[in-house]
């Protein structure tokens, strides 16, 4: 089977659990904390969910690859989802010296489900960068309830 590389100008959603959730004074999420894209020392690579595999305008695309990763994964209602370019991915990582590969490696419950590979497991500088500027936007899982999408249309 040949390698499918994600295009640059796509993005990726990665599960964020609440105990890694910037959040401020109030308690309001502002974002996501380094370890969000730290590898377990059991991976090779750092699993996340690509948006463009589906289709649909983007909240459509966003409903879709949720209700895909929650096919995998426990996911809590406080947790969230942190939505990041491929190319900003790439960029931040090279320029810390690391080619990452992000490559689409569909499972038997998300089609979409892709890995960033070659991404250092303890670089925390490098989690940081990816974590403050790679990151456009966290999604909170509560504002995605797993009913909101029939998961029967996920490809």
């Given at each position: 089977?040949?390698?499918?590389?994600?295009?640059?100008?796509?993005?990726?959603?990665?599960?964020?659990?609440?105990?890694?959730?910037?959040?401020?004074?109030?308690?309001?999420?502002?974002?996501?904390?380094?370890?969000?894209?730290?590898?377990?020392?059991?991976?090779?690579?750092?699993?996340?969910?690509?948006?463009?595999?589906?289709?649909?305008?983007?909240?459509?695309?966003?409903?879709?690859?949720?209700?895909?990763?929650?096919?995998?994964?426990?996911?809590?209602?406080?947790?969230?989802?942190?939505?990041?370019?491929?190319g900003r991915i790439?960029?931040?990582?090279?320029?810390?010296?690391?080619?990452?590969?992000?490559?689409?490696?569909?499972?038997?419950?998300?089609?979409?489900?892709?890995?960033?590979?070659?991404?250092?497991?303890?670089?925390?500088?490098?989690?940081?960068?990816?974590?403050?500027?790679?990151?456009?936007?966290?999604?909170?899982?509560?504002?995605?309830?797993?009913?909101?999408?029939?998961?029967?249309?996920?490809?």
């Amino acid at each position: 089977m040949a390698i499918t590389y994600l295009p640059p100008e796509d993005h990726v959603l990665r599960h964020v659990g609440y105990q890694r959730l910037r959040r401020d004074e109030d308690d309001n999420v502002v974002g996501c904390l380094p370890d969000a894209f730290q590898r377990r020392e059991t991976e090779d690579a750092l699993s996340v969910t690509w948006v463009e595999h589906f289709d649909g305008d983007r909240s459509e695309k966003l409903s879709l690859a949720i209700a895909a990763t929650r096919k995998e994964l426990d996911v809590r209602p406080k947790s969230g989802f942190a939505l990041a370019n491929v190319g900003r991915i790439q960029e931040i990582c090279e320029f810390s010296g690391h080619k990452v590969r992000i490559i689409h490696e569909p499972t038997e419950l998300n089609t979409a489900h892709s890995e960033i590979r070659r991404l250092p497991r303890d670089e925390i500088d490098l989690l940081e960068l990816l974590a403050s500027d790679a990151v456009i936007e966290v999604l909170l899982a509560a504002q995605f309830p797993p009913a909101a999408v029939d998961e029967t249309t996920i490809a």
